[in-house]
């Protein structure tokens, strides 16, 4: 239990101490960081962590396959309780932000201001900042999920969550369910998906949660992925899967399983989304995506190989290949909105197999690197520093 007394209408002393873990650099276990004072500025809330998750990018970045900034306190999927605001501090509704509120908030923090927030791409805007992914500096410490605290800035879009979510829930809601959504959207921008059919390459976080909300739309989904364990659940949340990686007369190739939709009636598939960074997924969705369709890719977010496409063939398709990175206030609301009215029918809870304490976040992210689980949970409280 963490007890707040605010000095003056800006400092807040917290005790014990928030603790950030911080990451300098590959091969290097985490450092934990104290950060006693924080300086609320207007707009602006301190957030007591429940739960965090670890996302594949936190992973890439610990392995140095990706850029970083060091020294860095990563996270950026986490759910929390507000125990201090700023004057003005607001929920992404418009509202008060109060204290006690249960809350999740957006990866982006956005000044809502500039040529690209007026256009909607806040997740682009001009002065980003993003939650576990800027360098640790003065004055903004607690600046990530992998901490007992985070220190929400004013331009972040913050959203409560009901108190009977699971945290395993709702913490992945501020990455890979908002972004889900994003995805979906740009689909839907083109494709009604009521009785389209829907390929998904890639059945990690968000694509198995693309596939539960194609689902509840009424669309037809396979999911493609090689893991038998992830093809599993995917067919627990209602949808046909295939295995990229079947040989000969399986009836897991894809092509196989595309076959079988047409016998039903379904001529192509109109809406393919890759989830999984990978070029073969890429190349499965450029491919496979019918005349008139949409090709949506949200995985390639770490470097990879180039991939090569025949633009005669997408010219001659019409075919409309779009790109998703992150997502809109907006699209926050409506993940935690899916999440509210469907954990209870869907086993979305299960998708974090496991749980460590702060202190063990090196290990975490060691388990979350081997692929055994879906999500991996770094939670705070499990044990004091």
């Avoid at 998750?53 to 992973?59: A, E, H, L, N, Q």
């Avoid at 004055?139 to 999920?145: A, F, H, I, V, Y």
């Avoid at 399983?257 to 192509?268: I, S, W, Y």
Wanted: net charge negative; proline share 5%; charged share 20%.
């Amino acid at each position: 239990m963490h007890t707040v007394e605010r000095i003056g209408e800006l400092d807040v002393i917290v005790k014990p101490s928030p603790v950030a873990m911080v990451w300098n650099e590959p091969g290097r276990p985490h450092d934990a960081l104290a950060a006693p004072g924080v300086r609320l500025a207007a707009g602006e809330a301190l957030v007591e962590i429940e739960l965090a998750t670890i996302c594949g990018s936190d992973v890439h970045t610990v392995r140095g396959d990706r850029s970083a900034p060091a020294p860095l306190v990563l996270g950026h999927e986490q759910v929390g309780r507000v125990i201090a605001v700023g004057e003005g501090a607001v929920r992404a509704d418009g509202l008060p932000l109060q204290l006690g509120d249960r809350v999740i908030w957006s990866v982006t923090v956005s000044c809502g201001t500039c040529d690209r927030c007026s256009r909607g791409l806040t997740q682009k805007c001009r002065s980003l900042a993003k939650y576990g992914h800027e360098r640790v500096h003065r004055g903004w410490e607690l600046s990530g999920g992998f901490a007992t605290h985070v220190q929400l800035r004013a331009g972040t879009a913050t959203v409560p969550v009901s108190e009977t979510l699971p945290a395993s829930v709702a913490a992945p809601a501020s990455c890979a369910t908002a972004t889900a959504v994003a995805a979906l959207d740009a689909a839907t921008a083109r494709i009604d998906l009521d009785g389209a059919l829907v390929l998904v390459t890639g059945a990690g976080m968000i694509g198995l949660t693309v596939a539960a909300m194609a689902v509840e739309v009424g669309a037809e989904v396979i999911v493609s992925d090689p893991d038998a364990a992830r093809r599993s659940f995917a067919r627990r949340l209602g949808a046909v899967t295939a295995d990229p990686a079947a040989r000969g007369a399986s009836d897991d190739r894809l092509d196989a399983v595309l076959a079988r939709f047409e016998a039903r009636g379904f001529r192509e598939v109109l809406v393919a989304i890759e989830a999984s960074g990978s070029a073969a997924g890429v190349r499965t969705v450029l491919d496979t995506v019918g005349v008139g369709g949409v090709a949506v890719l949200v995985g390639s977010v770490s470097p990879g190989p180039e991939v090569g496409i025949d633009p005669e063939s997408i010219v001659r398709r019409l075919v409309t290949v779009t790109g998703v990175h992150n997502y809109a206030a907006s699209q926050l609301v409506r993940a935690v909105e899916f999440l509210e009215r469907s954990w209870r029918e869907l086993p979305l809870d299960e998708l974090v197999g496991a749980t460590h304490p702060l202190t063990e976040l090196d290990l975490a992210i060691d388990e979350a690197g081997t692929g055994l689980h879906v999500r991996v949970g770094v939670a705070p409280g499990r044990r004091p520093f």
